[in-house]
């Protein structure tokens, strides 16, 4: 399954770099940029996974050296609750810039705001 | 078994979401439903917080975004 996962996480970044580079529409690379996003997440998430473990939070009355030899390993969780939020401002700002290219260019099409590849 | 069919799930999600010519539409397919697949997978993978982070991002706050940027440029893509 941890596997299954690196390849899960692989083919979706492959997806969002498609989408960026081969996609005509501002939004939909931006879009992609968000699958780029979410393929890092998912890989650092599928690091700590450990087959027949439990959910690393601990409860009174149990035994913190029994905890730690059946919980799945809990630092990178604490790294892609950071990334998540962090996603979320910069598309939040990258989409913004969006509208002020609207305002001044009227399209949203990389080609008729950038003709000839200029 | 599960865990296959939302990796598989969430790889075809995003790619059929680059698809429609309605922006609204590709929106809310791309981030809501890949996001919350996503979020459901990350509970099997043992990691609760961040799929209660993710669910919340990718059902309100993400899709709310982009629909707004949709709404303040245009619909239909040319």
């Known amino acids: 399954m941890q ?13 969002g770099l498609y989408a ?3 996609k005509d529409n501002l939004i939909k690379k931006v879009m992609g940029l968000t699958f780029i996003s979410d393929s890092v997440n998912l890989v650092l998430i599928a690091m ?16 913190p050296a029994d905890f730690a030899s059946t919980a ?7 790294l892609v609750l950071t990334n998540i939020v962090i996603a979320v ?9 969006c509208i002020k290219i609207h305002g001044k260019a009227g399209t949203l099409s990389a080609r008729r705001i950038w003709p000839d590849g200029q | 078994m599960i865990e296959y069919a ?11 979401s680059l698809y429609p010519k309605d922006l609204l539409k590709a929106v809310i397919i ?6 919350l697949a996503l979020a459901v997978l990350y509970q099997e993978l043992l990691a609760s917080d961040v799929a209660l982070t993710q ?22 893509e040319e």
């Open chain 2, 6 to 16: 939302l990796m598989l799930s969430v790889v075809a999600v995003a790619l059929m």
């Open chain 1, 48 to 63: 700590d996974y450990r087959p027949g473990a439990v959910v690393p939070i601990i409860l009174p009355g149990v035994n």
């Open chain 2, 30 to 35: 791309g981030t809501g439903i890949e996001g």
């Open chain 1, 72 to 78: 799945a390993y809990p630092l990178t969780i604490a």
């Open chain 2, 55 to 76: 669910a919340v991002i990718a059902s309100t706050v993400l899709p709310g975004v982009f629909a707004l940027t949709v709404y303040k440029t245009r619909r239909l």
């Open chain 1, 89 to 97: 401002a910069t598309v939040s700002l990258i989409l913004g810039l």
């Open chain 1, 3 to 15: 596997t299954a996962a690196f390849i899960c996480g692989g083919l979706l970044f492959m997806v």
């Open chain 1, 20 to 22: 960026v580079v081969f």
